[in-house]
Structures are given as C-alpha cells and as structure tokens.
C-alpha cells in the first residue's frame, strides 16, 4: 500500500456522506466501516493515478445502497412471514402459570416418553412415521405416548387416580 491510498483524510468527508443518506449517527458509522472493509477487499482496484476521495466515496454509495435493499428484502420477508404464520398471543396471569405447570410436567416425562408424545401429538405425525422417526416399532410409539398421556393425567389430577365409571344396563 502506497502512502497515496491515505483513508484518515477523507474520513471526515465519508462520515458526513454516510450521514446524509442514513440521517443516523451509529448507521452512518456502519456504514463507513462496510465501505472500508470493501474498499480493503477491492484494494487491487484502485488506480494510483485515481481520485481516492471520489472512489471512495463511490464505494460508500454502493454499499450504503446495498445495504438498504438487503434491510428492505429482509423487511418484506419478515412482513410475509408475519402474515403466514398464525398470531400468538403470550399467556397471562394464571394461564401463564398454568402453561409453565403443563410445560414442566412435559419436561418432566422420560425423554422416550416425551420424543413420542411430541412426534405424535405437537408435530401431528402418524404413528408409523413417528416410528420411523425413532427408530422403534409402531407399537413401542403407541405405548410410550399412552403412557406419557396417563403421566399428564396423574399430574392433571393432582396425583389423585381417576375413578373409571361405566354405565351398566339401561338408565333412564
């Protein structure tokens, strides 16, 4: 590098360019620092006889123009996004502490247990394909999510066993 490719002078000028276009002083900053990093990368391009300040300056323009579509892309993604996947609204108050009962119960389970109950239940697999998944016969997958469901109805129940009433004969 020759003392002719000098950026301290033409660092005042770059930062007054880049506050002009972003209208922020920390965006400004980045925006300098992205165009020196290229202007580092694209040394090689650089005329010894060229006009330092006008390349780069250039630089900061593309980069900064760049930069503003990739944030503007980034924003239309999000905004896509945001309209195909279904609003959540976070619990509150007592349902909150109920979802964190629930949640605990859950973790609790033996991980083969929980695995199957997931795969079958939140992921809506079959069972064939849960087993698949597993590695483990369907009816190893059947078995677990049965007695992961009896464990969150034990805790459901305070630990109280649930009486199994059936109705017998005809009953008016």
């Known amino acids: 590098m020759s003392r002719r490719f000098d950026v301290a002078a033409h ?6 360019y880049a506050r002009v276009l972003t209208r922020d002083g920390a965006d400004a900053d980045d925006v300098v620092q992205g165009a020196l990093l290229r202007a580092v990368e694209r040394l090689d391009q650089w005329r010894e006889d060229g006009n330092l300040r006008v390349w780069l300056m250039s630089i900061l323009h593309n980069h900064f123009v760049d930069h ?56 809506g697999m079959a069972v064939a394909k849960a087993a698949l998944v597993l590695g483990v016969p369907a009816g190893t997958v059947m078995s677990r999510v049965g007695r992961a469901r009896a464990a969150l109805r034990r805790f459901e129940d305070g630990g109280v066993p649930r009486a199994r009433l059936r109705v017998v004969g005809d009953q008016p």
């Not at 660092?11 to 007054?16: A, K, W």
């Not at 629930?102 to 992921?123: G, K, N, Y």
């Open 11 to 16: 660092l005042d000028s770059l930062r007054r």
């Open 68 to 123: 503003t579509r990739a944030r503007m892309a980034a924003q239309a993604r999000d905004g896509a996004w945001a309209g195909l996947a279904p609003t959540v609204a976070l619990p509150q108050g007592e349902d909150a502490v109920r979802l964190a009962q629930v949640r605990a119960a859950v973790l609790d389970l033996p991980a083969e247990q929980r695995e199957a109950l997931h795969l079958v239940a939140i992921e």
